[in-house]
């Protein structure tokens, strides 16, 4: 799904102070049902993150997370059955995920010798059963399970959503009779910073393809909506670098993009919400 930049800060205005929970995505989906649930899904976790990050300082002060140790502990005291750390994270518009992990680190520093190392917090987190206290143990679980933006549930959900994408891509490439290179096999070769994919002929010589009379030599598959803030980190950190060691190339995002943001065709980065079906393949005889 490709949006204007008016379109997509449409939705996102939408999407000023409303909690991360699976609630506000339907309401989303109610107000903008043209647009694909995972696109809205993308969004949505995208604004809410950039949102964590111009607030994320102010949940971090000793003062901050002593206030939110105590209202556990009040809470808790009260009905410990009740979504209490779920509840607070809502109330304080901070990732439910995030304010279990303050609780937890806070709640392990008061009841062991050792601070908890980063390895242990992760490790509870992702499995809240090894929490020497039950009523933690379940306040942080609720807390990993309504999050839909933070986590290591989300994380896996994630990793999971771009492997399949890959597989996707990989497939329609292999149905195409399109020769390449993976990942794994560039890093084999040495390469520290590659594409998913570069295309190669079945011997030695590169065959790139032609899309929209466009030329590209090595394709990247992005389980994601282009946002502006998104899409130039990724041209500063990876496109660019794909672009000086490879030439051209073409970055899909599956779950759509910012229209405006596809203005580097004639530098040599195009961008597509699907596999390109209008594609040339061109080979080169060797001389």
Known sequence: MIL??????EIAQCLVSVPPTRQSLRKLKQRFPSQSQATLLSIFSQEYQKHIKRTHAKHHTSEAIESYYQRYLNGVVKNGAA???LDLANEVDYAPSLMARLILERFLQEHE??????SVINSMLRDPSQIPDGVLANQVYQCIVNDCCYGPLVDCIKHAIGHEHEVLLRDLLLEKNLSFLDEDQLR?????KTPDFI??????MLCPLAVEGHIIHWIESK????DECSHHAYLHDQFWSYWNRFGPGLVIYWY???QELDCNRERGILLKAC??????TLCHSIA
């Open 113 to 118: 010798e050792t601070a908890p190392s980063k």
């Open 83 to 85: 979504p209490v750390l």
């Open 275 to 280: 596999f390109p079906t209008n594609i040339v």
């Open 4 to 9: 204007t930049k008016a379109q997509y800060e």
């Open 199 to 204: 295309l190669q002929v079945p011997v030695v």
């Open 188 to 192: 084999a070769k040495g390469y520290d």
């Open 256 to 258: 759509g993009f910012i």
């Open 223 to 226: 389980a994601s909506f282009g």
